[in-house]
């Protein structure tokens, strides 16, 4: 089956601009997670759809971070304005059940200058 | 929050070596993941562990999840360079909506010809 998708694979940008992620699940996995991993520490939670509804953000910076899945399928990440430290990799994830067996994407990595 | 401590933080090793990593919190969880993850790719699931005083092999690995559900160990009999790479943790804690992971913040390993 095919994996999980995301795009870019790369972004530069200064700070203070705006930039989105997009990110297509496995067919099928109904629960999608975004997660930032800074570089040299384990990966953090965003936030976590159930198709098409958040179950978690809590840890979202909600002031510049916003995140949507439409139709429970693809889901986009957006920061906007970005700050120097949200220079990361951003991670997408899904799986068939909350908890259960994650696959991960290539993650996007995100430097801004 | 639940906290996941991973050590040590690196190891570099010989080939043919053994190592043990660790995985441990003062929270219980209801299952733990181990994952590996190479540079510029994604977490790749390795394990999934459900019940106190497990143990999986997978080869050349040997996973245990604690009697008590919160602590975890990974060990690797006669490491190769293949075995390079970040090893991850993650415990799910189904009382917790959407029963999401925490990861901890990793091990790296480096395994020298």
């Known amino acids: 089956e095919a994996g999980v998708a995301q795009s870019p694979r790369y972004k530069i940008i200064e700070k203070r601009q705006s930039v989105a992620f997009w990110c297509n699940p496995i067919s099928g996995h109904a629960t999608l997670y975004w997660y930032q991993q800074i570089l040299g520490q384990g990966p953090k939670l965003l936030i976590q759809?159930?198709?098409?509804?958040?179950?978690?953000d809590s840890q979202l910076p909600k002031d510049r971070f916003s995140a949507e899945r439409l139709k429970g399928v693809d889901s986009t990440l957006k920061i906007q304005p970005a700050k120097l430290e949200d220079s990361a990799v951003y991670l997408c994830?899904?799986?068939?059940?909350?908890?259960?067996?994650?696959?991960f994407g290539s993650g996007t990595r995100l430097t801004v200058v | 929050t639940q906290l996941l401590e991973q050590s040590p933080q690196f190891l570099s090793i010989q080939e043919g070596e053994n190592l043990t990593v660790y995985c441990n919190s003062s929270s219980v969880f209801s299952s733990l993941q181990w994952y590996r993850q190479e540079p510029g790719e994604g977490p790749v699931l390795l394990v999934t562990v459900v019940t106190g005083g497990e143990v999986k092999k997978l080869k050349r690995l040997t996973f245990q999840f604690g009697d008590a559900r919160k602590d975890s160990s990974l060990h690797i009999t006669a490491a190769q360079p293949g075995d390079t790479g970040l090893y991850l943790c993650?415990?799910?804690?189904?009382?917790?909506?959407?029963?999401?992971?925490?990861f901890g913040g990793g091990t790296r390993l480096m395994v020298k010809p």
């Open positions: 994830a899904s799986s068939a059940d909350r908890g259960y067996g994650y696959t």
């Open positions: 993650a415990g799910a804690d189904a009382r917790r909506a959407g029963n999401m992971l925490t």
């Open positions: 759809f159930q198709n098409n509804g958040v179950v978690d």
